[in-house]
């Protein structure tokens, strides 16, 4: 009964290095998502799912890339990493939508 | 002018004080409302969920919603040391895609 499984859970880059980030989710949910949680911001959606084949853009979208080639996958990528996107990146997944549930976190710092 | 608004803290009570957590928000259009608790370096996890509004209460947790208003609370009793962490709101307009908008998140220690 893992639910929601981020990996890696921590990882230090250098600037303009490449990297991601693998979300999988057992409970057979239609959307994913991703957000990015920072100090005063609160939790921002970067880029969500609704079904196998499908993303689309959230409120943070740029430097970020997402795939979702298998439905209890969901991958976020940075070609270029900056320093502006050292954080906690977060996924989530959801039945209809409604109520979602998180896995435990991918703590980034690009250097 | 965020959408959603959540004072940070952060908030210190005693071991079995009432705590009162409070959003507003700017969207008429809201009409599910949760609060989230997050552990520290952990993923927030679904604690309450309300549809428009009115109360909903679950042990020691009571969740309002005034929509007149644009106001949610979030009402814990008797509080714990082990509800030590940060109270998240979160609120949509319909069922499906659209996102969830979180508030910032109030950080809470219970001290013994």
């Known amino acids: 009964n893992a639910g929601v499984t981020q990996t890696p859970k921590f990882r230090v880059l250098k600037t303009g290095q490449s990297m991601t980030l693998l979300c999988a989710q057992d409970?057979?949910?239609?959307?994913m998502y991703w957000y990015r949680q920072d100090p005063g911001m609160g939790l921002r959606l970067i880029h969500y799912s609704v079904g196998e084949g499908t993303t689309a853009k959230g409120e943070v979208p740029d430097g970020y890339n997402v795939s979702r080639l298998k439905k209890q996958n969901f991958l976020l990528g940075l070609e270029s990493a900056a320093p502006s996107q050292t954080s906690v990146y977060f996924c989530?997944?959801?039945?209809?939508?409604?109520?979602?549930?998180f896995g435990s976190g991918t703590r980034l710092t690009v250097v | 002018q965020k959408e959603v608004e959540q004072d940070p803290g952060p908030l210190s009570v005693p071991e079995g004080a009432i705590v009162s957590l409070n959003c507003t928000y700017s969207n008429s259009a809201f009409q599910y409302f949760m609060w989230y608790r997050q552990y520290s370096r952990k993923g927030p996890e679904l604690l309450m969920y309300t549809y428009s509004s009115g109360n909903k209460e679950d042990g020691r947790f009571t969740a309002q919603v005034d929509k007149s208003s644009k106001y949610i609370s979030l009402f814990i009793r008797d509080s714990q040391p082990s509800d030590s962490a940060t109270y998240l709101c979160a609120m949509k307009a319909i069922q499906g895609a659209q996102k969830l908008v979180f508030g910032q998140g109030t950080r809470l220690t219970i001290n013994p």
């Open positions: 409970m057979n949910h239609e959307y």
């Open positions: 989530a997944s959801s039945y209809e939508g409604q109520t979602y549930t």
